[in-house]
């Protein structure tokens, strides 16, 4: 079933503001941390992610995240193993010099700043602590290194960093004098979860499947009408059935960079949680309309008069009963999505409205040569790393990881990309890839699939199944670069683009082709195919 021209304005506009912002990234959400800081003797160990288990009066609490220091004890990889101590905030809370709080055989608690944290962990030592917590005054996990000749070496007693909002916690719990109990250990994450496997077969998957989408949902009836339609010489009706898409222009691939650097660095300066939430409507259209287009053109698959039963209602005038209550079911859904999208199952409608939205995007826009697609994505090549890799330089962080990570929207996140739990790691989170690193690399995907049909080439004589390989060979290096750079969030496109656009290239060099690919015209294309089956369905000559 082909999607209605009224869809197509409302797809052309959604299609241009999801392109505004899209997120071209695969990151985990978790902290990580490079050992990037000086080190030093004493002052060499590599920062570990930590769980802060707690108990007021006997019942446990929620467990918080913190991150150890470079030097001083190293944390037990086992709950069983870590101790079990009572919480002392130390007196000065900054804990600078001698406290005056009782610390012998406690966890010491003190606050960031006026001293360095080994000064801090010094004094805790001195008193007897066995370890120290040092609430940041920043949600963020801060690396605590060493100055040089800081005496780190005679630091015996373990270190660890929590969030200002972690510290907040134990505060409201240790008021009153109520008793709490904290245990340190820092258990180790699996080399591979299993969500990367998962996340790369969806990936894979949504862009096979949006290419081969208008095939498999095709009708025999549909075909028939065509081909019936070109016997005929019925040029219009054919150039109807063809029209509904939009052609991505050089001029729109170039200026998409520009347009997506503003609308990003909007996002990280004015990053709120209405911002977000208008972002969350956006991308609940966009997934109704991806929906809704989807389950409909499958149900024309299987019976193609259940779709042309009609009802006219006031506003909405002629409409399809099927389509109306498929409409119905997809409001419905993505209303649950929204009012669940903070459980820890929430990523299942995320991801289903995410692939929806795609499948429909790829289905609407489309490259009409390889002239057009090096253009948009050397465009979006430079874009990724340039917001991934460079803007620290000017913005003293990464802008696509802190937009991506949803910083300063109020706990809400940004909902433009796939995501998947870690499903064996002790620390949870989540996996994720972007959705600009699917549809860019689908669009061209898309294309050699045109250019093949065109040509009538099939198999490996073909470009399609070489590119999908070489998007999942990508793929597969975005998370191999992620695993060897810690989680630290990857430009997926840096990977995704040699591997699709690079492959294309060369296998049309090799074929002597490259000219035919970089200047192929869709429209004639189909034209000529049209004439040749109006030729071979003609009746012979008397």
């Not at 979860?193 to 095939?215: N, Q, R």
């Not at 989540?430 to 061209?444: A, C, K, R, V």
Request: glycine fraction near 8%; include cysteine.
């Amino acid at each position: 079933m082909a999607i209605s021209s009224r869809s197509i304005s409302f797809l052309g506009v959604l299609l241009f503001v999801s392109f505004f912002l899209l997120i071209g990234l695969s990151f985990a959400d978790d902290a990580s941390h490079d050992d990037a800081s000086p080190k030093s003797p004493g002052c060499d160990r590599p920062y570990k992610l930590v769980k802060v288990v707690n108990w007021v009066n006997g019942v446990e609490g929620e467990t918080l995240s913190g991150l150890s220091a470079r030097f001083g004890a190293v944390l037990p990889l086992e709950a069983e193993k870590g101790l079990r101590l009572s919480a002392v905030f130390l007196n000065p809370l900054t804990g600078c010099s001698s406290s005056s709080s009782k610390l012998s055989g406690s966890i010491a608690v003190s606050i960031r700043g006026d001293c360095t944290y080994t000064a801090k962990a010094e004094v805790a030592q001195s008193g007897g602590a066995q370890a120290l917590l040092v609430i940041n005054d920043k949600e963020a996990l801060a690396e605590m290194g060493c100055d040089k000749d800081s005496g780190a070496s005679n630091i015996k007693i373990p270190v660890v960093m929590i969030s200002k909002s972690a510290g907040e916690y134990l505060k409201e719990s240790m008021v009153g004098g109520q008793k709490v109990e904290i245990k340190l250990y820092a258990p180790t994450r699996p080399v591979v979860d299993f969500s990367v496997v998962f996340l790369w077969l969806m990936s894979v998957g949504t862009v096979i499947s949006a290419t081969l989408w208008s095939e498999f949902t095709a009708t025999e009836e549909s075909d028939k009408h065509y081909n019936e339609l070109s016997s005929k010489g019925n040029s219009s009706a054919v150039k109807e059935e063809e029209q509904e898409h939009i052609d991505i222009t050089a001029k729109s691939a170039v200026g998409f960079v520009f347009t997506a650097s503003t609308f990003l660095v909007l996002l990280y300066f004015f990053m709120s949680s209405w911002f977000v939430w208008l972002l969350i409507i956006l991308f609940c259209l966009g997934g109704v309309q991806g929906m809704h287009n989807c389950i409909v053109t499958l149900i024309a698959r299987r019976c193609r008069d259940c779709v042309e039963k009609k009802v006219n209602l006031p506003l909405l005038g002629e409409t399809s009963i099927v389509s109306l209550v498929v409409c119905c079911c997809c409001l419905a859904f993505a209303i649950v999505w929204i009012v669940n999208r903070r459980t820890s199952y929430s990523w299942i409608g995320q991801d289903i409205l995410g692939i929806c939205l795609m499948i429909t995007v790829l289905q609407v826009a489309r490259l009409p040569n390889i002239k057009v697609a090096a253009v948009l994505l050397c465009c979006a090549f430079v874009y990724d790393i340039f917001w991934v890799f460079l803007s620290p330089i000017i913005f003293h962080q990464s802008v696509m990881i802190a937009v991506a990570r949803g910083d300063n929207s109020g706990g809400e996140s940004i909902p433009m990309l796939l995501r998947v739990p870690r499903f064996s790691d002790p620390w949870g989170g989540y996996n994720m890839i972007g959705f600009g690193d699917i549809l860019f690399p689908g669009l061209l995907v898309s294309f050699t699939r045109r250019y093949d049909k065109a040509n009538k080439k099939s198999g490996t004589n073909g470009y399609f199944p070489w590119l999908v390989i070489g998007y999942g060979f990508g793929l597969f290096l975005t998370y191999l670069g992620l695993y060897l750079m810690d989680g630290h969030g990857q430009p997926a496109l840096l990977y995704l683009v040699p591997c699709t656009l690079g492959v294309c290239v060369i296998f049309g060099l090799v074929r002597g082709e490259i000219k035919e690919l970089w200047s192929f015209d869709p429209e004639s294309s189909s034209s000529s195919s049209s004439s040749s089956s109006a030729t071979r369905n003609a009746p012979g000559d008397a």
